[in-house]
């Protein structure tokens, strides 16, 4: 299978750079696949989702993405995240912790809404359930 070079960056550090043999992420507009000789695109991620890039070995790397953009040039992929943590960074218990509490709060509001945006990309990230 044919590989694309893809580039995880977050706003304060790349994480991951390598070969793969797919993305898979979320988008505002759904879910994209990118595979080698995908058209060029841009797209905005959509937050409290994991995007996931298989690599050439088949190991498959979980991400949970807060915020930012997909991209995709004949060079490769980028994902360019405000923020962001690959799976072996996550504490599950600490992630579901924050999932139980932010949806038991009760409350509308924004910070609310990012923690539990958060705390879900964490847990798809690492493959537990929401």
């Not at 409290?48 to 050439?56: D, H, K, L, N, S």
């Not at 992630?95 to 009760?106: D, I, K, L």
């Amino acid at each position: 299978m044919a590989e694309i070079q893809v580039h995880l960056v977050a706003v304060e550090r790349e994480l991951w750079s390598g070969q793969a043999q797919l993305v898979v992420a979320r988008t505002v507009d759904g879910d994209i696949g990118v595979m080698a000789g995908h058209s060029p695109l841009l797209a905005q991620l959509r937050e409290g989702y994991a995007a996931r890039i298989v690599e050439p070995s088949g190991n498959v790397l979980g991400v949970a993405v807060h915020g930012g953009f997909l991209s995709v040039t004949k060079e490769g992929v980028s994902i360019l995240a405000e923020d962001a943590q690959l799976s072996d960074e996550i504490d599950v218990t600490k992630a579901r912790a924050a999932y139980e509490r932010a949806r038991s709060s009760g409350g509308d509001s924004a910070d609310t809404e990012a923690d539990l945006r958060r705390a879900q990309a964490q847990l798809l990230a690492t493959g537990n359930e929401i």
